[in-house]
């Protein structure tokens, strides 16, 4: 089992930056094959903002590349995701999410991301 605990999430200005963090703990975190971050606006689906995987490549979603950097950090087990010139259209509930190597999906417990206009 892997446990993630996002944090950094809160209430910014348009223009502005967060940092998000997801700690990955548990018996099994050896076995993460990818992880990396979602986020659900509200009315909309969850969708992909950006994952790393074991071998350092990563994928963006179109409408955060240039502005979003994921990166990680194996001796803290932990994930970040650097946000910058946030747009009102990144506000969501952003999670993290981790795929081991035999398929498991865990998420975390999400952090909320507002960015006023």
């Known amino acids: 089992q892997v446990q993630l605990v996002e944090s950094g999430g809160g209430l910014v200005q348009a223009g502005g930056s967060l940092r998000l963090s997801c700690a990955a703990s548990?018996?099994?975190?050896?076995?993460?094959?990818?992880i990396g971050w979602y986020r659900q606006a509200p009315g909309k689906q969850r969708e992909l903002v950006a994952h790393?995987?074991?071998?350092?490549?990563?994928k963006y979603a179109d409408s955060v590349k240039g502005r979003f950097t994921i990166s990680r950090d194996d001796a803290k087990n932990t994930v970040y995701l650097q946000m910058n010139s946030l747009k009102p259209e990144d506000t969501g509930v952003y999670y993290c999410?981790?795929?081991?190597?035999?398929?498991?999906?865990?998420w975390g417990q999400g952090t909320q991301v507002t960015v006023s206009s």
């Open positions: 999410r981790a795929t081991s190597r035999q398929g498991e999906v865990y």
């Open positions: 790393i995987s074991i071998l350092n490549a990563t």
């Open positions: 548990g018996s099994t975190t050896e076995n993460i094959n990818t």
